[in-house]
Every structure is written in C-alpha cells, then in structure tokens.
C-alpha cells in the first residue's frame, strides 16, 4: 500500500482505494466528470425526514465526503427507489444530512414539473403516505437485509428561478480545478454541465479512434 496518500483533488485513502468528492472520477480522483447533471437544484422537490431505527449512527456520518455518510447515504437511496418506484413523477432522492436518533435522515426528492393545476403540497402528503406504506422487513436488528424506517414529515418546493445564470451554476457545482472547462446544457428535461470530452453535445471534440 502507498506509504502517502494518493489521492487528489479532495479525494480520501481509505486503505485499499480512493474515495473521491462529488463530480470526481478515476482511481486517484485525478477526472473531473463527464457530466455533472443540475436539474435537480431547479425543482420542483419535496424534502422529508425519516428516522431509520435499525442502523447505528456514528459522528463521521455527519461528513458528507466521509465513507460512513456514503455507504448510508447509497442504502437508503437505494430502499427509497424501490419505495417509489411506481410514483409516476418521482426522479431520485438526495440525501441532505444525517443525524443521531437512531439515525435521522433529511433528504430531498427530486419530482419532474407537475401540471399547472396539481398541488404540490397534496403531492408531499401523498409521498409521507407511500414512504410509511411501504413494505419494511419483518427483522430490525442491525444486522437485517434492509432498512426499516418511519417517516416523519414532508415540505413541499416549487422551482425557483435561480439567481446564478446557467453557466455560473456550472462553475459553482464543478470541481474547482476543473470548473473553467464545464459549459451548460439545457436538455428537454433539464440543465446538464458538460466539456469537450462530454459525447454527443455541442462542441464535444471528435476523438475518432480514441
């Protein structure tokens, strides 16, 4: 194993393998992404507490970039899209923070635009009642193939009108070595931050052969 760390760019050694930052990729954290995808800051989003009882909450999980806040973070990410798999607007979740308690979770879900006359509001409530409807395994101990959770409130968030224009988001949300090489990208379903290396955008760079 290296005798110092490895890793750039904000990236953690873990012993065995770097843990990079959002937005950044390779085995050393040496790649800022090929895409980093913004349409969830536009909204609309509803944004939920839940407490999970069968998992232990530890103080590292406070840091979003530590490895305990990740792993939790990709298990209930997990659960919640099987949880709302059959919501029809439903885009994701993004877990906010962690606290104790056995282990509290604030986080945001992120929904496609809803028609002019549906309520967003009725909409949060309708998300607290699938989440507390949804099926949870039958063994809450720690050690249990899953999660088991109550959730405990909802917030609605219409879509704001940022005060970034799109391009100053992009050089907010990327990496800050790499932040003057991302561009906007509007989509038909949202904003994209992408470079020359991007495939299949304007102004990508054609590589031919590699």
């Known amino acids: 194993p290296p005798t110092t760390d490895p890793c750039l760019n904000g990236g953690r050694w873990t012993g065995t393998a770097c ?7 390779g085995p050393r954290c040496e790649f800022g992404a090929t895409t980093i995808n ?8 509803v944004t939920m507490m839940a407490r999970v009882t069968n998992r232990d909450f530890s103080e590292d999980m406070v ?10 973070a990709e298990e209930f990410s997990r659960t919640m899209d099987g949880v709302y798999r059959n919501v ?10 962690l606290s104790r308690g056995s282990v509290v979770v ?3 879900i992120q929904l496609r635009p809803l028609p002019d006359n549906a309520s967003l509001e009725h909409r949060a409530l309708e998300l607290l009642a699938v989440a507390n409807a949804a099926a949870q395994p039958r063994n809450c101990s720690p050690s249990a193939d899953g999660l088991c959770f109550t959730a405990t409130s ?8 940022p005060a970034l224009n799109d391009t100053e988001l992009c050089r907010r949300h990327a990496p800050a070595n790499f932040s003057q090489f991302y561009f906007p990208y509007r989509t ?21 052969q590699g």
């Open 19 to 25: 843990l990079c930052p959002p937005n950044m990729d």
């Open 38 to 45: 913004l349409t969830a800051e536009l909204g609309p989003f």
């Open 63 to 72: 840091d979003t970039s530590s490895s305990g806040h990740r792993r939790f």
């Open 88 to 97: 029809s607007d439903y885009r994701g979740i993004r877990v906010l923070s």
């Open 106 to 108: 604030n986080y945001r």
């Open 154 to 161: 909802a917030r609605a968030t219409r879509a704001a009108t």
């Open 188 to 208: 038909a379903n949202g904003l994209l931050c992408v470079t020359n290396c991007t495939l299949n955008v304007p102004g990508a760079f054609d590589c031919h």
